[in-house]
Nanobody
């Protein structure tokens, strides 16, 4: 069954903002860690932001620190990624992920069990 469903992508000008949403269901909604990854054309998928529910600790890749915020609405089983001051290099397909990675594997896509279908974010210059 469907476990993670993303929405909120689109086309935005540089400097603009978008908010991505990811609704979790089933086992994915009970995962201790959720994350956002992205994949640009011709590149490997990379982590963007991670949140661990046990202590609400968040992690961000350096290129988005200060611009992106990961958060959740636990009542709605929804993960968010608020993106501000977007740059053309943020253009990618963004994926929501859920799983039980250990601390040393938080940024590895192989450590996550559940994935959404992806949502396209395009930032024009």
């Amino acid at each position: 069954q469907v476990q993670l469903v993303e929405s909120g992508g689109g086309l935005v000008q540089a400097g603009g903002s978008l908010r991505l949403s990811c609704v979790a269901s089933g086992e994915a909604s009970r995962s201790p860690t959720m994350a956002w990854f992205r994949q640009a054309p011709g590149e490997e998928r990379q982590y963007v932001a991670v949140v661990r529910w046990s202590n609400s600790r968040t992690y961000y890749t350096d290129s988005v620190k200060g611009r992106f915020t990961i958060s959740r609405d636990s009542a709605a089983n929804t993960l968010y990624l608020q993106m501000s001051d977007l740059k053309p290099e943020d253009t990618a397909v963004y994926y929501c992920a859920a799983g039980s990675p250990i601390l040393s594997t938080l940024t590895r896509d192989s450590a996550y069990n559940y994935w959404g279908q992806g949502t396209q974010v395009t930032v024009s210059s």
